[in-house]
């Protein structure tokens, strides 16, 4: 069973990571102390929402997009539904999720969207 702030810890790092910031710069920039950076980063402890707002604008990534993240890596974890799309399921483990590129992604809600309007009409 997936813990959400093991997920959320998982890709707040991630997102650091690639772009090459430190917990320290995250932290100052958040004005979180770093040692609760550390824990939420390492699923110890929850973000409250005020905190995780805090933290997507120091890592300049949006609340929403950290959140569609922790929500693949969960639908994933819990068994791949068909939401998922396979070009994103192939050869990505739960836990490298944040590794793919989050534009093939949008691209596939857009055109699920799309799809879904004209099936509407």
Do not use: H
């Not at 929850?46 to 120091?58: D, G, K, M, R």
């Not at 922790?70 to 539904?81: F, K, M, N, Q, Y």
Request: glycine letters at 6%; zero cysteines; proline letters at 2%.
């Amino acid at each position: 069973m997936a813990l959400i702030r093991q997920e959320i810890g998982d890709v707040l790092r991630d997102f650091r990571t690639q772009k090459g910031q430190t917990l320290r710069q995250v932290a100052a920039r958040a004005n979180v102390a770093l040692g609760y950076l550390s824990e939420v980063e390492r699923g110890q402890k929850e973000a409250s929402s005020e905190i995780l707002a805090s933290l997507a604008e120091a890592l300049e990534v949006s609340v929403s997009r950290i959140l569609r993240e922790v929500s693949d890596r969960l639908a994933l974890v819990e068994g791949i539904p068909d939401s998922v799309p396979e070009t994103l399921v192939s050869g990505v483990s739960a836990k490298r999720f944040g590794d793919v590129e989050l534009d093939e992604f949008d691209a596939f809600l857009i055109g699920t969207a799309n799809e879904s309007a004209k099936q509407a009409k």
